[in-house]
Nanobody, 122 residues
Framework: QVELMESGGGGLVQAGGSLKLSCTALGSIFNFDTMGWYRQAPGKKRELVAVITSSGNSNYADSVKGRFTISKDIAKNTVHLQMNSLQPEDTAVYYC???????????????WGLGTQVTVSS
């Protein structure tokens, strides 16, 4: 069984501050295609924040470009999201996601973490 364990959120940060989220895939994993982060603010749809491929290519939402950086540590099955210059509009539940195979015989499948709260005060 595979699960995504998120850490680094759950607290309150002031506008302009920084926070680093991490997500580790626990369990037996064959390989990754992508890992990344989505977020969902109250009353809004879940949206892409950043995603990184196994080869290291990354993609960001326009709203976070230049402020957030996604990185990976494949050896540790971990992805990080460094968030700088946080603003109140970044307040949301942040969800880790991974597209991966747990065995070489299975198709790629999407996995989701339970989410971690990020609250930015003005």
């Amino acid at each position: 069984q595979v699960e995504l364990m998120e850490s680094g959120g759950g607290g309150l940060v002031q506008a302009g501050g920084s926070l680093k989220l991490s997500c580790t895939a626990l369990g037996s994993i064959f390989n990754f295609d992508t890992m990344g982060w989505y977020r969902q603010a109250p009353g809004k749809k879940r949206e892409l924040v950043a995603v990184i491929t196994s080869s290291g290519n990354s993609n960001y939402a326009d709203s976070v470009k230049g402020r957030f950086t996604i990185s990976k540590d494949i050896a540790k099955n971990t992805v990080h999201l460094q968030m700088n210059s946080l603003q109140p509009e970044d307040t949301a539940v942040y969800y880790c996601t991974a597209k991966m195979k747990v065995t070489m015989f299975e198709a790629l499948k999407d996995y989701w973490g339970l989410g971690t709260q990020v609250t930015v005060s003005s």
